[in-house]
């Protein structure tokens, strides 16, 4: 893989065998290797490296198709649909010994979700060239990530889920090498917040402390300022009668924006929506609603609600290859 080239990606997932058109009766349910090759260029020049790929192991189910890249940026939509439960723990990897594989391994035997998956990708290329001083991403030497990622249904197997990751990051941990990719942090990560971003984390603070020192925007991973945050509460901003503050993930005409409502003087983002009794009050006409939470936590049954913009692409050209086994 470091000699490949940048069209070229290949991604690894530890589960257990879905029960999809393609896979036998015999394996689904059962601990598998999944594997999905990507190749962005050539489609002539791919297949060689995709058959290569292809080559490893005795796989029991394959599926190669031409993707458009809408295609490609939604092909995931249905595995983590909204309303489900999800809980991730991250880390990095400079190599992958017989220790770190087998307690992989071992750990899917025991898994308590069949949507639940070990999630391993090669890293490297072009984002591997960019200097360490360019960005304020973290570390980008490592060249292996893993995910854990559970992803259940009902909420009385939250506990089972939540352990379950726990102990396997737990017991891959000493292998790791400090860092962590932020959005595959879950919510109780804020200690390592800092890990994320590594020597930039001062400079970051001082951005922060220069345009947020009330710290409005503290959604996600958050960077506190040093000198603390003020509530809005302080501030004299108060609930209107029989309304419970609520917390929402939005999607604006400019963007995606996660905020708890303040309304600045830029009128553009909306402010604070109250719920009462589970009904939105006082709507902001312009915003597109994408999560809601009251005080106690999230509804719905998600246990986070994440949002991204997608870019339309003017352009048309072939997709890209993408290959699957398992």
């Not at 000198?227 to 029989?242: F, H, I, K, T």
Request: net charge positive.
């Amino acid at each position: 893989m470091p000699e490949a080239p940048d069209d070229l990606k290949w991604n690894l997932s530890l589960r257990l065998a879905l029960h999809g058109d393609n896979v036998p009766d015999q394996v689904r349910g059962r601990p598998v290797l999944s594997q999905s090759v990507l190749w962005t260029g050539d489609p002539e020049q791919g297949r060689r490296y995709l058959d290569h790929a292809l080559s490893f192991g005795r796989p029991v189910g394959v599926t190669r198709r031409v993707l458009s890249f809408l295609a490609l940026q939604t092909m995931a939509d249905d595995e983590f649909p909204h309303g489900r439960r999800y809980y991730t723990k991250s880390g990095y990897f400079k190599s992958l010994d017989d220790c770190s594989i087998g307690q992989m391994v071992s750990a899917i035997e025991s898994i308590p979700s069949p949507f639940t998956q070990v999630e391993l990708a090669y890293l490297g290329g072009a984002a591997a060239r960019v200097g360490p001083e360019e960005t304020a991403f973290g570390d980008r030497s490592s060249p292996f990530v893993v995910n854990i990622l559970a992803n259940w249904s009902d909420d009385s197997e939250d506990s089972a889920n939540v352990a379950w990751v726990r102990n396997l990051f737990g017991a891959l941990r000493p292998a790791m090498t400090p860092g962590v990719y932020v959005n595959f942090m879950s919510g109780d990560e804020d200690d390592r917040v800092p890990e994320a971003y590594h020597q930039r984390w001062e400079r970051l603070l001082g951005v922060k402390l220069h345009y947020d020192p009330e710290n409005l925007f503290r959604r996600n991973q958050n960077i506190r300022p040093r000198n603390g945050s003020r509530s809005p509460q302080s501030r004299g901003l108060r609930n209107p009668p029989d309304c419970t503050a609520a917390r929402e993930t939005r999607v604006l005409s400019n963007g995606c924006l996660v905020i708890d409502g303040i309304r600045p003087k830029d009128k553009a983002i909306p402010a604070r929506r109250y719920v009462s009794r589970g009904v939105p009050c006082r709507p902001d006409p312009f915003e597109s609603r994408v999560g809601n939470w009251d005080a106690s936590g999230p509804k719905s049954g998600g246990s986070a609600t994440s949002c991204s913009g997608r870019r339309r692409s003017t352009q048309r050209k072939p997709g890209p290859l993408i290959s699957q086994k398992e």
